[in-house]
Structures are given as C-alpha cells and as structure tokens.
C-alpha cells in the first residue's frame, strides 16, 4: 500500500453526516462506492499493469462509534485497501482509499470484483466492474436445447470477453402454424465472459398431438443474435392405446355376431360335407 493512501487514511477522511435516512428494518450502517455514495458500482478501466484508484464510503448513521471489516475479493485485478477495518465515529462517513492493479497478463475485457464491509452480523457488498483494455468480442450461443415432459432445456452460454444481459424469446411452431411464443422471466441480469447457465420453461399448454419445432432465439446489447432448436412429436400414446382396444372389441363383436346370422342349412351342410379323398 503506497504512503500516500495510508496517509490519507490516517488523516481521517472524516465527512460529518447531518441527516442520513434510516430504513426501520435495515442496517444501521452502509457501504457504497465513494465519495458521494450515489454510484451503483465502481467502475475501473485501464491497460494490463495499471494501477487504478478510487474510494469506498462506509457510513455510520447511529449514535455510537462504528467498526467495519472490509475484504476485497479480485477476480482478474488485485484489489488493495488502505486497511482492513474502518472505525467510523457517530453520524459520520468515512472514505477508505483503494487501487485496483491489472495484472501485466489480464484478459481484456470485463472482468468483476469486490469489497465486502462486515460489522454485527451484517455485510455489505460494494461491486467493482473493471474493463481490461484490449480487443471486445460480444458473442452468446444458446446450447443444448430439449423438450421433455413439458419442459423446454437450454443453456445461454458467454463465448465473448464483455458482460452481456441477454434477453430470450422461445417459439414453437407446430404443423399447423405457431402453437408457442413467450419471453421467459428469470434470466440473469449479467452474464460473465465464459459463463453458462441452463434454464427451464414450463410448457403446460403444449399440443396433445403434433409435430413441433422449439427454438429458443437468445440477444444481448452488441452481440450477434443466436439460436437454438429441438424437434419433437406430441402423440397421446394412453389416449392411442385406448382407442386400439376400442377398435379390437368392435372387430370382435363384428366378428361373433356374423358368425351368428349363419344360416342354419348352411351350418348343417357344412357340417355333413363327406372330406375329399385324394388319390385315383
């Protein structure tokens, strides 16, 4: 850690706090980007062996002297912090310096991190986005698509170096014409560089029989759209086998009643027929 960061947390960069508000049922304390606390993340971007600086708040809204465990969890960076814990005196918030150094051989692209503030059983997790400079590729494929038991498979797949947020619309289309079209929820809201995830959809609607083409179509802000397909046949196998063993008592039927309107002359010659015999 360089002096001038030790420095700076030495001298206490000590902000006084005159109105913070409270959740009831929330944490007495907070953690965010610094130095105003209004950034979703901290955002780093440099070149393989940059080092990159920037500050994480942590606020103490009570009435009482806070102490807060801070952890830095690097994932394509190294992340160090002017100290492990901070104490942050009542109604004051305290701005603890860090740098984010790339490693010479990082990947470019977008890689994720971050620090993790602990005190009283509470944590708190502050995320730090690095974009690694170098060539961008932006590519997602949908994989392994199936349809069993009605329920749709497949697996959306991160084959770039930059997060995506993929969005998914799944059809169907039957022999006579679309028989499904949906967008399903509980997608992930980022998908990392060389990340996977496999997914459900319930289809309960589905054909009882048909022939039915399923394509899951998967896009994401500057990728290429991609999709992937599975073919399957709805045949009511319980419903078949009933109807089977319809047809076969009624041929039955058929078959004992025709052998009931014999006439009985008919019968009776038959049955007196002399057997031919064979020979000169």
């Keep these: 850690m360089t002096a001038r960061l030790l420095a700076a947390l030495l001298a ?3 902000t006084p706090v005159t109105a913070v508000a409270v959740a009831v049922d929330g944490p007495a304390w907070t953690a965010t980007p610094g130095p105003g606390g209004d950034r979703p993340y901290i955002y780093a971007e440099g070149a ?3 080092v990159l600086e920037d500050t994480l708040a942590v606020t103490n809204p009570g009435t009482e002297p806070l102490t807060v465990r801070l952890r830095a969890d690097g994932e394509g960076s190294r992340i160090a912090l002017a100290a492990p814990s901070v104490t942050v005196p009542p109604r004051t918030r305290a701005e603890v310096p860090l740098t984010v150094t790339v490693p010479p051989d990082a990947v470019p692209g977008d890689h994720r991190a971050a620090v993790t503030a602990s005190s009283g059983g509470h944590e708190s997790r502050v995320p730090i986005h690095l974009r690694v400079s170098g060539p961008l590729l932006a590519a997602l494929t949908v994989e392994d698509v199936s349809l069993s038991g009605g329920t749709i498979r497949y697996t959306l797949v991160n084959r770039g170096n930059t997060v995506l947020s993929p969005r998914v619309t799944i059809t169907a289309d039957g022999l006579f014409g679309e028989v499904l079209r949906r967008a399903p929820g ?4 980022e998908l990392l560089p060389a990340g996977r995830i496999s997914l459900t959809e319930n289809w309960r609607d589905r054909p009882a029989l048909d022939a039915v083409d399923v ?3 998967a896009t994401a802000a500057g990728a290429p759209a991609a999709q992937g397909t599975a073919s399957v046949r709805f045949v009511p196998w319980a419903w078949c086998a009933s109807a089977l063993a319809l047809v076969a008592a009624a041929v039955a039927l ?4 025709r052998r009931g309107r014999l006439p009985p002359a008919y019968e009776q010659a038959t049955s007196d027929r002399p057997l031919a015999r064979s020979g000169a």
């Excluded at 058929?254 to 009643?257: A, E, G, N, Y």
């Design 186 to 189: 509980g997608l992930p809201a």
């Design 12 to 14: 206490g960069l000590l």
């Design 48 to 50: 393989p062996g940059a």
């Design 254 to 257: 058929w078959l004992r009643r």
């Design 215 to 217: 394509r899951v179509r």
